[in-house]
């Protein structure tokens, strides 16, 4: 049964459009050296890694020499890319940014202008409407995520583990927090820890780490500690939206070498999410209370919502879900659920829980914690409360995957439209 801190750490860690991101010349940051290369996207998250020299070289050469490595062919027209391996469109265009810590993203004209220094990192990009890139060139924290590490991983948050194990990285992960639980995690990989736990950077630095990756709300400090003690870390983005998650999914396999599993689990994620919103499903268009915790039963009887720029209501705004719930004035994460009867009565309550949860005690906990006022719901205990308002019932495993910011929130969301039904 899930406790109270776990629901806190994981949601709380998991709070924060789309164009296709190219390239990346990777050269250096202030600390060391990592591969030089160039990665060659053609869109929706597929790409591949050339080993190329770029340091002191001109944009034009570096790409001519990754397209020749990987045998592509690549067409100038006037200094500008217009096509790779025979990729080009009328409404997108390849594109040459560069990118720094001061000014972000910047394009380039012409790549054959710009001489690539041991500060800049660049992308040659598909992308439309000139919009700037959308992939990180850099983790959350500013660091260079292309040194690859793909054994001897350790991973911070459940959500991370489910990523690299979908990314296939399970077989170099050596630690992982004790509540991960991806299906079919060896036992040898030690859980010494709590996810919620004030993680001594030496119990990590024990295990004698390549990689470690985390969540930068989570984790920054922990993660700084590390990488000063001359291990290699990477933080995730926070996944306020679906878009997030597969940013975070690409750059973990651009973190590990794994770049073509990471693209082809993005593009599995899409197509569930495609196959999904071609069904019909009796909640589209209704408005929502997204409420998760624990039933009375567990001893803590208590709950949050969910409000507004969260990867849950992203998720449930994709089947046509409406959480009533947004707006500026709401935070992501609302614990007095007292303040949420007065945003009026929703069409349906979704109530999420990794434990399992009978139907009678999501109403029991409704009542219990501030929602009495909710209009039109009658007196507790009576025949009539809840004619008006129909819940659905996310619990046990589908409740803890729904609140993690990985891969599979996916499956969960299929299942939700496809089974659930209406307590």
Same mark, same amino acid.
């Given at each position: 049964? +899930?406790?109270? %801190?776990? +629901?806190?750490?994981?949601?709380?860690?998991?709070?924060?459009?789309?164009?296709? *991101?190219?390239?990346?010349?990777? #050269?250096?940051?202030?600390?060391?050296?990592?591969?030089?290369?160039?990665?060659?996207?053609?869109?929706?998250?597929?790409?591949?890694?050339?080993?190329?020299?770029?340091?002191?070289?001109?944009?034009?050469?570096?790409?001519?020499?990754?397209?020749?490595?990987?045998?592509?062919? $690549?067409? /100038?027209?006037?200094?500008? *890319? $217009?096509? $790779?391996?025979? +990729?080009?469109?009328?409404?997108?265009?390849?594109?040459?940014?560069?990118?720094?810590?001061?000014?972000?993203?910047?394009?380039?004209?012409?790549?054959?202008?710009?001489?690539?220094? @041991?500060?800049?990192?660049?992308?040659?990009?598909?992308?439309?409407?000139?919009?700037?890139?959308?992939?990180?060139?850099?983790?959350?924290?500013?660091?260079?995520?292309?040194? *690859?590490?793909? &054994?001897?991983?350790? &991973?911070?948050?459940?959500?991370?583990?489910?990523?690299?194990?979908?990314?296939?990285?399970?077989?170099?992960?050596?630690?992982?927090?004790?509540?991960?639980?991806?299906?079919?995690?060896?036992?040898?990989?030690?859980?010494?820890?709590?996810?919620?736990?004030?993680?001594?950077?030496?119990?990590?630095?024990? #295990?004698?780490?390549?990689?470690?990756?985390?969540?930068?709300?989570?984790?920054?400090?922990?993660? %700084?500690?590390?990488?000063?003690?001359?291990?290699? &870390?990477?933080?995730?983005?926070?996944?306020?939206?679906?878009? =997030? =998650?597969?940013?975070?999914?690409?750059?973990?396999?651009? *973190?590990?070498?794994?770049?073509?599993?990471?693209?082809?689990?993005?593009?599995?994620?899409?197509?569930?999410?495609?196959?999904?919103?071609?069904?019909?499903?009796?909640?589209?268009?209704?408005?929502?209370?997204?409420? /998760?915790?624990?039933?009375?039963?567990?001893?803590?009887?208590?709950?949050?919502?969910?409000?507004?720029?969260? /990867?849950?209501?992203?998720?449930?705004?994709?089947?046509?879900?409406?959480?009533?719930?947004?707006?500026?004035?709401?935070?992501?994460?609302?614990? @007095?659920? &007292?303040?949420?009867?007065?945003?009026?009565?929703?069409?349906?309550?979704?109530?999420? !829980? !990794?434990?399992?949860?009978?139907?009678?005690?999501?109403?029991?906990?409704?009542?219990?914690?501030?929602?009495?006022?909710?209009?039109?719901?009658?007196?507790?205990?009576?025949? @009539?409360?809840?004619?008006?308002?129909?819940?659905?019932?996310?619990?046990?495993?589908?409740?803890?995957?729904?609140?993690?910011?990985?891969?599979?929130?996916?499956?969960?969301?299929?299942?939700?439209?496809?089974?659930?039904?209406?307590?």
């Amino acid at each position: 049964m +899930i406790s109270k %801190n776990k +629901i806190v750490a994981i949601v709380l860690a998991a709070s924060i459009v789309s164009v296709s *991101v190219a390239a990346y010349f990777i #050269l250096k940051d202030d600390k060391a050296v990592f591969d030089e290369g160039l990665i060659i996207d053609f869109g929706d998250y597929t790409g591949e890694w050339a080993s190329v020299s770029a340091f002191g070289m001109d944009g034009e050469s570096v790409i001519r020499d990754a397209c020749e490595e990987k045998g592509y062919e $690549v067409i /100038f027209a006037d200094g500008k *890319v $217009v096509s $790779v391996n025979g +990729i080009s469109s009328v409404d997108r265009t390849w594109d040459l940014w560069t990118w720094t810590s001061e000014s972000g993203w910047n394009k380039t004209d012409k790549p054959s202008s710009t001489i690539l220094s @041991d500060k800049v990192y660049a992308s040659l990009a598909l992308t439309s409407a000139g919009k700037e890139p959308v992939l990180p060139c850099v983790d959350a924290q500013g660091n260079n995520i292309f040194s *690859v590490t793909d &054994s001897r991983i350790v &991973s911070l948050s459940p959500s991370v583990t489910d990523t690299l194990c979908m990314t296939g990285n399970m077989g170099g992960l050596i630690g992982t927090d004790s509540f991960s639980n991806y299906p079919g995690l060896p036992e040898s990989v030690k859980k010494s820890w709590s996810y919620y736990d004030n993680i001594s950077p030496s119990t990590i630095v024990e #295990l004698d780490p390549k990689l470690v990756i985390g969540n930068v709300d989570d984790h920054g400090p922990l993660l %700084n500690n590390i990488r000063e003690s001359g291990i290699r &870390s990477v933080s995730m983005y926070t996944a306020g939206t679906i878009e =997030i =998650i597969y940013q975070n999914t690409w750059m973990i396999g651009a *973190v590990t070498g794994n770049i073509d599993e990471a693209n082809n689990t993005i593009l599995k994620m899409k197509a569930t999410l495609e196959e999904i919103q071609a069904k019909s499903f009796a909640a589209s268009g209704k408005t929502a209370v997204i409420l /998760f915790g624990d039933p009375p039963s567990s001893g803590y009887g208590w709950q949050w919502a969910v409000g507004c720029d969260t /990867f849950i209501f992203d998720a449930l705004s994709k089947v046509g879900i409406v959480n009533l719930l947004d707006g500026p004035e709401w935070k992501p994460w609302i614990d @007095d659920l &007292s303040e949420v009867s007065a945003a009026g009565t929703p069409d349906i309550v979704i109530f999420i !829980s !990794s434990s399992v949860v009978a139907p009678g005690e999501i109403k029991d906990a409704i009542w219990d914690n501030g929602l009495e006022e909710w209009p039109y719901l009658g007196a507790k205990g009576s025949s @009539d409360v809840w004619k008006d308002v129909k819940i659905y019932l996310l619990d046990g495993e589908m409740g803890e995957v729904f609140m993690l910011p990985g891969p599979r929130i996916f499956d969960v969301l299929k299942e939700m439209v496809e089974n659930v039904t209406p307590i």
